[in-house]
């Protein structure tokens, strides 16, 4: 194949995925911290509040709001979870379901995401906590091209957190962000 036919922005994106891609933690100069257990903050049942972008990376500015539930479960002592996202807004309805996996080489999460529309696992996106803030990247497609994915959780408290999902098709120059999530717990039925 000659490099030199494919569109730059393929190029682009295609070398951007190389940096997002596991690697053992030896060679990102990482220390011996193990994040297995970087999401049990999350463990529970939540009121999610989410925005989600009508036409991302068209230029678009209508947002639409949806409101629900996400209940997450521990799975293998912690090094793997289960999301499942339930809300409604205007636009109907969204059930979606994550599967997180930790690997305990790389110490890095892998997300996977399916909606119940279509019944697929979209590919995973790669990366870590560090100070508080969790960072994955990864490769998907809208509309026929190829993006890049960036999800972003922050703000994390024991009662609170956010999660931002953007999306970038200039090989991750630009981000348009386009699910913004605000999850708050639910109290514990038995009152603890």
Sequence with gaps: MN??????????????????????????GQDDRDGQNDFDFEIGTWTTKLSLLQRPLTGSGTWVEYEGTSVVSKVWDGRANLVELKVDGPAGSIEGLSLRLYNPETRQW???FANSRNGIMTDPVYGKFKDGRGVFYGADTLDGRAILVRFVISQISADSWRFEQSLSDDGGETWVSNWIAIDTRVPDEAGD
């Excluded at 036919?5 to 933690?25: E, S």
């Design 110 to 112: 892998s997300l996977h």
């Design 3 to 28: 490099l030199c036919k494919l569109p730059m922005a393929c190029l682009m994106v295609c070398g951007a995925l190389i940096a997002f891609q596991p690697m053992p933690a030896a060679a990102e």
